[in-house]
């Protein structure tokens, strides 16, 4: 009997030691996409993941603590996802025609970009969002600039 005990116990530890914080930050991410900013709490989490909240404290002192690294992950693979693919499109209209079907269809990146947008009152989204925006301004001036395109 101890010995089944062990091991699941065993089972749930290894369990748990194989999930990083990028695999935390990543599942708060899939939350904010799916219910907003507000759902991400560590309980729920942990039960997504299959783990004990011991896991969880392994990796972040806080919530706030998971939170900022989801948002830093976002910020990072919004950046590859979106840009990444279009600096592969040489020609600049073709890219700008690429940009608006990219935005066009709910790809994850965007769809946890809105779930932020609905969030600006967290001290800890709005900067990052800022800076997103902002790159996405600068993005798409120069896009426009690129293919010959001006605002004057």
Do not use: C
């Amino acid at each position: 009997m101890n010995d089944s005990s062990d091991s699941s116990t065993e089972s749930r530890s290894t369990r748990n030691s194989r999930l990083s914080a990028d695999d935390w930050a990543q599942a708060a991410l899939d939350l904010i996409a799916e219910q907003g900013v507000g759902a991400v709490a560590v309980e729920p989490l942990a039960r997504r993941l299959g783990v004990t909240k011991g896991s969880f404290y392994w990796h972040f002192p806080s919530r706030d603590a998971l939170l900022q690294a989801a948002l830093e992950r976002w910020e990072v693979v919004e950046q590859q996802q979106v840009f990444g693919s279009l600096e592969e499109v040489p020609d600049p209209r073709t890219r700008l025609r690429a940009l608006f079907q990219l935005v066009a269809h709910e790809v994850t990146p965007h769809v946890i970009y809105s779930e932020l947008l609905k969030a600006l009152d967290n001290p800890m989204v709005r900067p990052v969002i800022d800076r997103v925006s902002q790159r996405r301004m600068e993005y798409l001036i120069a896009s426009f600039r690129q293919a010959g395109l001006s605002s004057t």
